[in-house]
Nanobody
Framework: QVQLVESGGGLVQPGGSLRLSCAAP????????MSWYRQAPGKERELVAA????????KYGDSVKGRFTVSRDNAKNTVYLQMNSLKPEDTAVYYC???????????WGQGTQVTVSS
């Protein structure tokens, strides 16, 4: 059973920073493209950032470009989301997702709450 465990969420003031982590112990992490999604109350889940299995390519949602950075450490089976210049509209539950190309394997973490408020 694949488990994705997010951490690092919390309450931060506007303009502040947080770093989310998603650990994936016990599976072949370097075969999976990893993504971060978020879902705010009353809204659909949206893609925040994604990174390919080897880390060579990334993409970002338009609302976070220039503020968020996704990275991964395949030796630690962990993907990160560095979030800077946070805004109240970034408030959401952030989810980690793993997808293996060429398969139907698609895994989600339990989510971590990020709240941006003064």
């Amino acid at each position: 059973q694949v488990q994705l465990v997010e951490s690092g969420g919390g309450l931060v003031q506007p303009g502040g920073s947080l770093r989310l982590s998603c650990a994936a112990p016990g599976f072949t992490f370097n075969r999976y493209a990893m993504s971060w999604y978020r879902q705010a109350p009353g809204k659909e889940r949206e893609l925040v950032a994604a990174i390919t299995s080897a880390g060579g390519k990334t993409k970002y949602g338009d609302s976070v470009k220039g503020r968020f950075t996704v990275s991964r450490d395949n030796a630690k089976n962990t993907v990160y989301l560095q979030m800077n210049s946070l805004k109240p509209e970034d408030t959401a539950v952030y989810y980690c997702n793993a997808v293996q190309a060429g398969t139907f394997e698609n895994y989600w973490g339990q989510g971590t709450q990020v709240t941006v408020s003064s």
